[in-house]
Nanobody, 128 residues
Framework: QVQLVESGGGLVQAGDSLRLSCVASGRTFSRYYMGWFRQAPEKEREFVAAISWDPSTTYYADSVKGRFTVSRDNAKNTVYLQLNSLKPDDTAVYYC?????????????????????WGQGTQVTVSS
């Protein structure tokens, strides 16, 4: 059974940084692309970043490009999201997600439907 567990969220001030972690278990982590999404209160869940099974390819939402960095350590079964220059608009619950199928990295990687497994989320709150 695939499990994803996020950690690293917290309450910070605008301009601060955080590093989120997502530890995966239940299968061979290194075969799968991974995604990060976020959901703010009363808003839909939205794509933040994605990374290929080998960390050669990364994608970002325009709203976080240049401020957030996604990375992974396949030896530790962990994907990270480094959040820099945080803004109040970044306040949300952050989720990591994984697909069912290995290797492939779909063109619509921003779509929630491309991910079959989700963590419980970690809250990030940015005060002004």
């Amino acid at each position: 059974q695939v499990q994803l567990v996020e950690s690293g969220g917290g309450l910070v001030q605008a301009g601060d940084s955080l590093r989120l972690s997502c530890v995966a278990s239940g299968r061979t982590f290194s075969r799968y692309y991974m995604g990060w999404f976020r959901q703010a209160p009363e808003k839909e869940r939205e794509f933040v970043a994605a990374i290929s099974w080998d960390p050669s390819t990364t994608y970002y939402a325009d709203s976080v490009k240049g401020r957030f960095t996604v990375s992974r350590d396949n030896a530790k079964n962990t994907v990270y999201l480094q959040l820099n220059s945080l803004k109040p608009d970044d306040t949300a619950v952050y989720y990591c997600a994984a697909p069912e199928k290995p290797w492939s990295f779909p063109s619509d990687y921003k779509s929630l439907g491309q991910y079959d497994y989700w963590g419980q989320g970690t809250q990030v709150t940015v005060s002004s």
